[in-house]
């Protein structure tokens, strides 16, 4: 079964648009970890942010917001008035505090028009 | 001097020859990853050693071959590939707390984009 599911393959927005994307994990640890990474053309993977997974509260640094709900286990990371320079594939992961395992999703293309 | 540095960053190559991929990390991290990236996929790990001890993926083929002579070096050695092996390899490095904790994000190189005719 997919640890982290990104439903959403693509996404276009206009500049200046605000812009959600969403995951969804799966682990039966107490304790684990969420990341977001942004990969743009040049195919590094960026570390964004990370979660732990007793945060409770909506984080934000910058343009960039995060929230994490246990209840449905979802995880969503949202940019703010978005950029050009913010096209890139975004990756969710997780990683369980056992083991050395990251889970990553299939990532959700992100285009910001213009 | 950037993170993670990988060479080469694009590699074409027959499926009989031998070649290596190569990542140095300069973190002073003490886990590195190997990760292939295909299209549509979920990022694969393949390989991972962690305060030196090694951690395999057993669904990856013998015509991979990791080394890691130091905590800072990490190769990838490709003989006999298949067309269906072309794909980005990524490392990546971290920092573990203790060995199987994994706690820390990973810190990814930029790839070697990888073709095999």
């Known amino acids: 079964a997919q640890k982290v599911t990104q439903a959403q393959t693509e996404i276009s927005v206009v500049e200046k648009e605000d812009v959600t994307l969403d995951c969804v994990y799966e682990?039966?640890?107490?304790?684990?970890?969420l990341f977001w990474y942004k990969q743009p053309p040049s195919g590094e993977l960026v570390f964004l942010i990370r979660?732990?997974?007793?945060?409770?509260q909506n984080e934000i640094s910058g343009r960039y917001s995060w929230n994490s709900q246990k209840s449905t286990s979802s995880f969503n990371f949202t940019i703010t008035a978005s950029q050009v320079v913010d096209s890139a594939v975004y990756f969710c992961?997780?990683?369980?505090?056992?083991?050395?395992?990251?889970?990553f999703g299939t990532g959700t293309s992100l285009t910001v028009i213009p | 001097e950037t993170g993670v540095t990988q060479t080469p960053r694009h590699l074409v190559m027959g499926m009989t020859n031998k070649k290596s991929l190569k990542c140095e990390q300069h973190l002073g991290h003490n886990a590195m990853y190997w990760y292939k990236q295909s299209a549509k996929k979920p990022l694969e790990l393949m390989f991972v050693y962690s305060l030196e001890e090694r951690v395999e993926n057993n669904s990856v083929p013998s015509r991979f071959s990791p080394e890691c002579p130091n905590s800072s070096h990490l190769f990838l050695h490709l003989h006999t590939l298949q067309p269906e092996d072309s794909a980005l390899y990524l490392c990546?490095?971290?920092?573990?707390?203790?060995?199987?904790?994994?706690?820390?994000?990973?810190?990814f190189g930029e790839g070697s984009r990888l073709t095999v005719l």
């Open positions: 992961a997780l990683s369980e505090a056992t083991g050395n395992q990251f889970y």
């Open positions: 682990t039966r640890d107490t304790t684990y970890y």
């Open positions: 990546a490095s971290s920092q573990e707390s203790h060995p199987g904790g994994n706690t820390g994000e990973l810190f």
């Open positions: 979660r732990n997974s007793f945060d409770e």
